[in-house]
Nanobody, 127 residues
Framework: EIQLVESGGGSVQAGGSLRLSCAVSGFTTGRYCMGWFRQRPGKEREGIAN???????IYAESVKGRFTISKDNAKNTVLLTMNNLQPEDTAIYYC?????????????????????WGQGTQVTVST
C-alpha cells in the first residue's frame, strides 16, 4: 500500500508563493505516477500536475507557468512549488499516486487513475 502525507499548506496573499510537500512510501516497483489535485469550494476535484518515475511532467492549463512539480528522490518526497498564487487557487490540495505494477502504466491528470491519496492540505489565497 502506498502511503502519502502532505504538508506545507497555509494562507498567503495574492501574488505570494507556497510549497507543498508529499512524503511517499510503499511503491513496489520503480515505475509510478505521482499527482497533485485540488478541490476548490463548490467545484469537483481537478488534476493540476503530475510527474512520473522518469521525471516527465504534465500541467493543467490553469497552473502552467506558475506551479512546478518536482521530486526529491533522496527524501522520497514530491513537491509542488506554487508561485503567483491567486484567490482562485484557494482549495484543498491532495497528493495522489499509483504504481504501474498494478495499474495502467500511463501518467494522467485523471482522478480515477490514482489508487492512493493523501489527507489533503488547505491553501487559502486572499486579495
Amino acid at each position: 500500500e502506498i502511503q502519502l502525507v502532505e504538508s506545507g499548506g497555509g494562507s498567503v496573499q495574492a501574488g505570494g508563493s507556497l510549497r507543498l510537500s508529499c512524503a511517499v512510501s510503499g511503491f513496489t516497483t520503480g515505475r509510478y505516477c505521482m499527482g497533485w489535485f485540488r478541490q476548490r469550494p463548490g467545484k469537483e476535484r481537478e488534476g493540476i500536475a503530475n510527474i512520473d518515475h522518469d521525471d516527465h511532467t504534465i500541467y493543467a492549463e490553469s497552473v502552467k507557468g506558475r506551479f512546478t512539480i518536482s521530486k526529491d528522490n533522496a527524501k522520497n518526497t514530491v513537491l509542488l512549488t506554487m508561485n503567483n498564487l491567486q484567490p482562485e487557487d484557494t482549495a484543498i490540495y491532495y497528493c495522489a499516486a499509483h504504481d504501474f505494477s498494478s495499474t495502467v502504466p500511463i501518467c494522467t491528470l485523471i482522478s480515477p487513475d490514482f489508487t492512493d491519496w493523501g489527507q489533503g492540505t488547505q491553501v487559502t489565497v486572499s486579495t
